[in-house]
């Protein structure tokens, strides 16, 4: 070599450790090129080049022999082995540190290896000074010296070696649980598995704005799992990290923590206030010596109207429709009422609703409750012989509702009519009547059985409704409610929110006579009408054959009826109401949140359905053929008779519509939000 400031330290042939980024290793001296020294390092001889300071000087071969160029050559004879027993044991090593620290001095390698070890010989040493360069807590090794570290250091250095350790083995553990997709616990994770965990929810939410590390990647890669949000939702089942029926599109929703508990505390308090008198209690009409009935679903708890009928001297008798008075306690941009403008409406999902307002509100005193004093907006009406209006008007009222009935309860009475209870039946004349009258307008009837699945824990249950007398009547009561109020604002230029809907041509009366009535007659008729506009002006309603209309009856689960209570309200105080553009913009404000909800509850009833259909050992259906949806794609729509649905499938063939169709189940996944059907003749 020739005469460098490396070679003066270094020759061929000597052992030396590599201290560099990497993990030590031993390697041998073979030359020297342009000041940096030729090296062959570990058992493999890699070749490798290091400056002179990143090297330790452990042994020098004998001037007489040749130099060795690998680690088991001759002189050193080195092996994984060999090495492995020359290291220093622990009781040799702990006595050694004992002593150094006693007499707070620092030693050489060759005197270290004297004081733990046999002899000095070249595999003692490079033992040490491996093991020096290790994990081992006592000594540390600066500046080609060993010095034992304090005691403090040595609790230090173990404690952190432990959480280390720690940390390795719960990092193993999430690594072989996703390979194996077991359940996690939460709290056996670090946190930055549990990043990652947050990070998998994210891809499985749809919100895939970050990447996934390269060791997630790999683990994903070894557990069968696609990088996509389908297959992550499948992977976080199995993990016990997703609920298998919580939707995606719930994780960024308003909805996804429920109400934050200074709101449910807020609802608390008003609970404690609704039999204390409120601003305008003096002025409310007393109705509760009408027989006021309520009518509702079995499972419905939070109550938005009922009907009265007054006995009147001449003429027909005075119908009454009561409306739930929520704005009676939630103050106008209180905490309450600003959440409900977020949500916009309930939400009704298949495992039960997710209310506007705290459930302790909803289904408590903003209700009508049976054999409660309940504030309420009542509607009066009474109609001529045609079915038109002949009077009407509005009230801030008292009510009482004598009780709560089912569907299947009122259906009853109204076919009965005992005498006692002859006011339901003779509602239902009336109701007939009006919507005779409507009918006559241009009004559509649409009526037909519904199906819809609901969610009982994990089993899919489906429910069909049947059109009934008492869900026509108070459907028929709502909406003439509901044109009583929109003629009102009109008469006064109130602003409301009026929901309209362009007149649109129909298939001839002929071409509809040859289709099936029903769900056949019914989607041609459908698939011509446009979607109902919302505005703050007065316009006509195609489908219901009126003149203007607003939705008002359910102010407690939507927030758009408790707007057109406060319109009322301020105009009856002789307050300013809002103008069209003020009612306009938070109508826009409204429009982004109930789309939301709308969106979420397809999606709910979607996944239902693709969960009812996993669960049915039978796998084929007859239906009917309704219309094409995509005819490129031969995708088309078919009414599934068992089910009261309209669902689309793989149309085979060139069925019309009213054809009959055998539907089959191809390929259902209600975690990929996937479902196929075929249909053929």
């Known amino acids: ?21 990497s993990r030590p290793q031993l390697a041998v001296v073979v030359g020297e090129k342009g000041g940096r020294l030729d090296l062959r390092a570990g058992f493999e001889a890699r070749p490798v080049q290091r400056g002179a300071r990143q090297l330790d000087l452990l042994a020098s071969p004998p001037a007489e022999q040749p130099p060795p160029c690998r680690l088991s050559q001759v002189p050193w004879e080195l092996s994984p082995e060999r090495l492995q027993q020359a290291a220093p044991r622990p009781r040799e090593a702990g006595a050694a540190w004992l002593l150094l620290v006693q007499e707070s001095v620092s030693l050489s390698l060759p005197d270290f290896v004297d004081l733990v070890g046999d002899c000095a010989d070249p595999a003692q040493t490079a033992a040490c000074w491996l093991w020096l360069q ?18 403090v250091d040595v609790h230090r250095l173990r404690r952190d070696a432990r959480r280390q350790r720690l940390r390795e083995h719960r990092r193993r553990r999430w690594q072989e649980a996703l390979r194996q997709r077991r359940p996690v616990h939460v709290e056996d994770l670090e946190p930055e598995q549990l990043e990652q965990l947050q990070l998998l929810r994210d891809w499985a939410g749809g919100v895939c704005g970050h990447p996934l590390p390269d060791d997630l990647q790999h683990a994903l890669q070894a557990a069968h799992c696609h990088a996509d949000a389908a297959s992550i939702r499948h992977l976080l089942v199995d993990l016990a990290q997703w609920e298998r029926h919580h939707l995606p599109s719930m994780e960024t929703s308003i909805w996804h923590g429920g109400f934050a508990e ?42 938005d109207d009922g009907l009265s009928l007054e006995a009147r001297l001449q003429g027909t008798g005075r119908l009454w429709i ?22 916009g409406s309930s939400l009704y999902l298949a495992r039960g609703p997710l209310p506007m307002f705290p459930e302790i509100l909803s289904t408590g005193p903003l209700s009508l409750r049976p054999a409660a004093r309940c504030p309420a907006w009542s509607v009066w009406v009474e109609l001529a012989e045609d079915g038109s209006v002949a009077a009407a008007g509005v009230e801030r009222s008292w009510v009482k509702p004598a009780y709560r009935l ?22 239902h004349g009336l109701m007939e009547l009006r919507r005779r009258w409507r009918m006559a307008r241009g009004a559509l009837n649409l009526d037909q059985p519904e199906g819809r699945v609901r969610g009982d824990g994990e089993h899919a249950l489906l429910e069909i409704t049947e059109p009934s007398p008492s869900r026509r009547m108070v459907a028929e009561a709502m909406i003439l409610a509901g044109a009583v109020i929109a003629r009102h604002g009109q008469e006064h230029g109130l602003a409301l929110p009026y929901r309209s809907q362009l007149p649109v041509e129909l298939p001839p009366a002929e071409e509809l006579e040859r289709l099936p009535p029903g769900p056949v007659r019914n989607a041609a008729i459908k698939r ?9 002006s007065p316009a ?22 408790l707007l057109v209570q406060r319109q009322l309200q301020a105009q009856r105080q002789g307050q300013p109401p809002l103008t069209e553009a003020d009612l306009g913009a938070l109508l826009s404000e409204l429009d982004g949140a109930v789309r939301q909800g709308q969106r979420i509850a397809r999606e709910d009833q979607r996944h239902w359905q693709q969960v009812w259909f996993e669960q049915q050992q039978q796998h084929q259906w007859r239906g009917l053929f309704l219309r094409w949806l995509r005819p490129q794609d031969r995708l088309g729509l078919v009414h599934l008779e068992d089910m009261a649905m309209d669902l689309a499938a793989e149309c085979h063939d060139t069925p019309a519509p009213g054809d009959e169709v055998l539907v089959r189940l191809l390929q259902v996944d209600s975690l990929r939000d996937l479902l196929r059907l075929t249909a053929s003749a």
């Open 262 to 303: 200074e709101l449910e505390a807020e609802a608390r308090r008003l609970v404690d206030l609704c039999e204390a008198p409120q601003p305008g209690d003096e002025h409310r009409l007393d109705l509760t010596g009408l027989h006021t009935v309520t009518i509702d679903d079995d499972d419905t708890r939070d109550i």
């Open 322 to 343: 009561h409306i739930a008075d929520p704005g009676r306690l939630v103050a106008t941009d209180s905490p309450l009422d600003l959440e409900a403008r977020r949500r």
């Open 1 to 21: 070599m020739p005469a460098t400031a490396a070679s003066r330290r270094f020759r061929a042939g000597d052992l030396v450790g590599i201290q560099d980024d």
């Open 528 to 536: 011509c009408l446009s979607r109902s506009h919302l505005g703050t």
């Open 406 to 427: 089912s569907y299947a309860d009122a259906d009853e009475l109204i076919e009965l009519a005992p005498p006692q209870e002859r006011h339901l039946a003779e509602i």
């Open 134 to 151: 290790g994990s081992q807590t006592l000594f540390r090794w600066r500046q080609e010296r060993v010095e034992a570290r304090s005691l």
């Open 540 to 561: 006509p309603h195609f489908s219901l054959g009126l003149e203007s209309y607003v939705q008002a009856t359910s102010p407690i689960r939507r927030y758009g009826d």
